[in-house]
Structures are given as structure tokens and as C-alpha cells.
Antibody, heavy 117, light 107 residues
């Protein structure tokens, strides 16, 4: 059974750095073709892809956010971490981690992050 | 990056109606297209992958079709529990892109 769960702060101050952890089970990040991705969804809006890490260590970032994002993975601990620097109110959203195994399939329940002073 | 244009943004239909939602890609994405259903406060649930493959456990009234740049999700007979937001997502490239979503309401 594939599960993913996001954890991190619910409230972040403007200009701070957000660190989110995705803890997963039911698959291995080191398996060929396996990827974990981060997606966010502002309230009432469509999802927006942020970053992805692949089984072979390749990393991909949203074009306009790449200077603020960093993704890392620890296959032995079944964890993927996303950091986003210089948070602003426009970054308020539910942040999801999800699995991509040849296609996007399982999502975590999401973590609401509010950026406010 | 591939842009996904989804239409309509919302619709209202009666139980038993046939409903069609469309996504258009700004460039060819082969069959790398999925459809998700999302209810308020919940994570998205995959309905369709690879354009037309039905996710296990999803009712057969849901179907997907299309190729290249034009894709559709069809609900053959709308049910009350289908009230939700639906969105498409292309995964032909590592940078996923999503349609804007379609909110389906039951009359």
C-alpha cells in the first residue's frame, strides 16, 4: 500500500525559509522509474508543480521558482525534503508530495502552509 | 513548458446526464495525460491515466479519450457523488502542468 505524508510548519513568516518533509511507504525511491514530486495548490486554485527528484538522483524545478527551491531525497529513510526560501504571502497554499511512477498517481493528504506576519 | 487549457471552468448538470470536460495541450504530449477528481479538503484522486486507462476501483462511467493535444474526460451518467472539481495533468515532461480545473455541480 502506497502512502505519502507531508510534515512541516503550518505558519511561516514572510522572508523565512519553508522546509517540508515527505515521508512515504509502500515503494522505494531507488527503484528504477520512481520519482517523488512536490505540488502546491493555493486556496481555490489549480495545482502547481514545484519540483521532482528521480530514482537516479536527477532533480527538476519549476522554471520561475528554481532559484528558491531545493529538493533532496533519502531513499534509505523513505524521505524527500523540499525547501523554499524567501516565502511571501503568495506562497500560501496546501503543499502536496506525490509519487510519479511513469505517471502521477498517489498523493499525500497535503499540508496547509500560511505565510503571514 | 507545456500549457494545459481546460474547459469549461464549471458546469451544472442533472443526475444521469452525460458530461464532457476537455483539456488542450500547447504541444503534443503523446498519451501522457491523467485526470483527477478532487473534493473539498481532500487530496486529488486519480481517475484516468495514460489518456484512457481507468484507475482500479473507479466506476466505469468515467472514461478518457484523445491524443496529441486534445483530450476529454467523459462521465457517461452523472451521479450525485460526482460533484467535485476535476483537473487534467500532463506528465510528458518532468515539469508537470495542470489544467485550470472544472467544477461540476449537480442541479
Amino acid at each position: 500500500q502506497v502512502t505519502l505524508m507531508e510534515s512541516g510548519p503550518a505558519l511561516v513568516r514572510p522572508t523565512q525559509t519553508l522546509t517540508l518533509t515527505c515521508t512515504f511507504s509502500g515503494f522505494s525511491l531507488s527503484a528504477s522509474g520512481m520519482c517523488v514530486t512536490w505540488i502546491r495548490q493555493p486556496p481555490g486554485k489549480a495545482p502547481e508543480w514545484l519540483a521532482r527528484i528521480d530514482w537516479d538522483g536527477d532533480k527538476y524545478y519549476h522554471t520561475s521558482l528554481k532559484t528558491r527551491l531545493s529538493i533532496s531525497g533519502d531513499a534509505s529513510r523513505n524521505r524527500v525534503v523540499l525547501t523554499m526560501t524567501n516565502m511571501g504571502p503568495e506562497d500560501t497554499a496546501t503543499y502536496y508530495c506525490a509519487r510519479v511512477y511513469y505517471s502521477l498517481d498517489f498523493w499525500g493528504q497535503g499540508a496547509l502552509v500560511i505565510v503571514s506576519s | 513548458d507545456v500549457q494545459m487549457t481546460q474547459s469549461p471552468s464549471s458546469l451544472s448538470a442533472s443526475v444521469g446526464d452525460r458530461v464532457t470536460i476537455t483539456c488542450r495541450a500547447s504541444q503534443g504530449i503523446r498519451d501522457s495525460l491523467g485526470w483527477f477528481q478532487q473534493k473539498p479538503g481532500k487530496a486529488p484522486r486519480r481517475l484516468i491515466y495514460a489518456t484512457s486507462s481507468l484507475q482500479s476501483g473507479v466506476p466505469s462511467r468515467f472514461s478518457g479519450s484523445g491524443s496529441g493535444t486534445e483530450f476529454t474526460l467523459t462521465i457517461s451518467s452523472l451521479q450525485p457523488e460526482d460533484s467535485a472539481t476535476y483537473f487534467c495533468v500532463q506528465y510528458n515532461s518532468p515539469s508537470l502542468t495542470f489544467g485550470g480545473g472544472t467544477k461540476v455541480e449537480i442541479k
